[in-house]
């Protein structure tokens, strides 16, 4: 499988380009981060992957339209899109400004829609769509650009899944709790300091609190390589929220 994971550079990207390095071949793409995005290639590479770093800020279709035909470009094709670029910069809702909230939305949904769209074209017939969400998507935690960012790539995610499914397109999300990841650290900062009833306020179902960027890549590979789950929104957070 030929597999483009945005926001590979660190984080639940860089865990899921080692996860599928040695079985699959990958695009890391990345916005800043040059040399963290190279040092994944060259371990994806070492475990047997072709893989190459691929540059874009997805908040300018342009870029995300070349991003994915680099991609195709340097390993061949593409199978799979796994969109986890994202951003936060939390506030209150009465102080963010409108540049935040632009910055965030565009970020988190808009980019991951302009990478799919742009995307599939190459994956159909068939093909596998994972966008990371969160649990603010639908507990709203963290901040209100954040939770509505990740409540749009729930909406997509189904609207994609029911477009494109009778073309073999598979569409899902992964939507964690507190991930042991920098994001997640500035979140807390943030929530101890306005005193906000966020997610860190919510009891887990199981003895961790938060995972591993790991445990997402897990998930985020049975996704993958998992037939005949649709439209599905995975909770992976510890019991925090059922459905």
């Known amino acids: 499988m030929r597999v483009l994971i945005t926001g590979a550079s660190s984080g639940i990207g860089r865990a899921t380009a080692r996860q599928l390095a040695g ?12 040399a963290a995005a190279e040092e994944v290639v060259r371990k994806a590479q070492r475990a047997g992957s072709n893989a190459v770093a691929v540059q874009g800020d997805l908040t300018d279709s342009a870029a995300a339209d070349a991003m ?8 061949g094709g593409l199978d799979a899109v796994v969109n986890n670029a994202g951003i936060v910069d939390p506030a209150r809702t009465s102080e963010t400004t409108d540049e935040q909230w632009h910055r965030v939305i565009e970020t988190n949904l808009t980019g991951a829609f302009y990478v799919t769209r742009a995307a599939i074209d190459h994956l159909l017939p068939g093909g596998n769509v994972v966008f990371v969400s ?7 935690t963290v901040d209100a650009s954040y939770a509505a960012s990740k409540a749009g790539l729930h909406g997509l995610t189904r609207a994609l899944a029911r477009e494109y499914g009778e073309e073999g397109l598979q569409v899902n999300a992964v939507a964690p709790g507190p991930v042991e990841t920098a994001m997640n650290d500035e979140i807390l900062e943030y929530l101890e300091a306005v005193e906000f009833r966020g997610h860190e306020n919510i009891d887990t179902h199981l003895p961790a609190y938060a995972c591993q960027p790991e445990t997402v890549a897990e998930t985020i590979e049975y996704l993958l390589e998992t037939e005949y789950i649709q439209g599905e929104i995975v909770n992976l957070n510890g019991g925090m929220q059922f459905r």
């Open 68 to 75: 994915v035909e680099t991609t195709v470009e340097a390993i």
């Open 134 to 140: 969160s649990i603010g998507g639908t507990a709203g």
């Open 23 to 34: 079985n699959h071949d990958i695009a890391v793409g990345y916005n800043e981060s040059a």
